[in-house]
């Protein structure tokens, strides 16, 4: 950390760092939700024409179009069963929140600091926001991370 800084670039920084890592965090568990459905939705579709295929398939076929359809609803219910306990949803759509709030704060910031130069009680009470956000996140994403079963 740059001790050179002052008041009001050290907090631009901050929230510049801090938005910037709630972004590129909430696009990861977005990509992340979004490949667990698409498996989900394309072996579900999978499965049901497999399932189908014995009306047309000879009736030798039966037994292994049975497993295929065993197999690939197994592997349905476990990438379910993955995707919920990794709570990739839950945590995009919490990290996004975070980021909107700290961009909030910066756009007020800005205006801010554009229109008056800030005293030492305006930086104070930015800091206080900021470390508000963050630390109400910190409490709902222990929440979050607990429901995974993991810490």
């Known amino acids: 950390m740059d001790t050179n800084l002052s008041g009001s670039e050290f ?6 760092d801090d938005i910037a890592r709630f972004d590129r965090e909430s696009s990861k568990h977005k990509r992340l ?5 698409r ?3 394309i072996l ?3 499965t049901t024409i497999v399932a189908g295929s014995g009306l047309v398939l000879p009736e030798e076929s039966g037994k292994a ?13 476990a990438i379910s069963a993955w ?3 990794r709570r990739a949803r839950e945590l995009w759509q919490h990290e996004r929140d975070i980021y909107y709030k ?4 910066k756009r007020e910031f800005v205006f801010l600091s554009a229109n008056r130069e800030l005293k030492p009680l305006d930086l104070e009470e930015f800091f206080r926001k ?3 956000v963050l630390g109400s996140s910190t409490q709902k994403w222990t929440g979050i991370v607990e429901k995974k079963g993991t810490s």
Not at 11 to 16: M, V
Not at 33 to 37: F, N, S, V
Not at 65 to 77: E, G, I, K, W
Not at 102 to 105: K, S
């Open 39 to 41: 498996a989900v939705i």
């Open 65 to 77: 179009l049975q497993f295929t359809v065993l197999c690939l609803t197994a592997s349905t219910a």
């Open 11 to 16: 907090l631009r920084n901050t929230l510049d």
């Open 102 to 105: 700290l961009v909030d704060i």
């Open 83 to 85: 995707a919920e306990m």
């Open 44 to 46: 579900s579709a999978v």
């Open 130 to 132: 900021i470390s508000d």
């Open 33 to 37: 939700h979004r490949k667990y459905q």
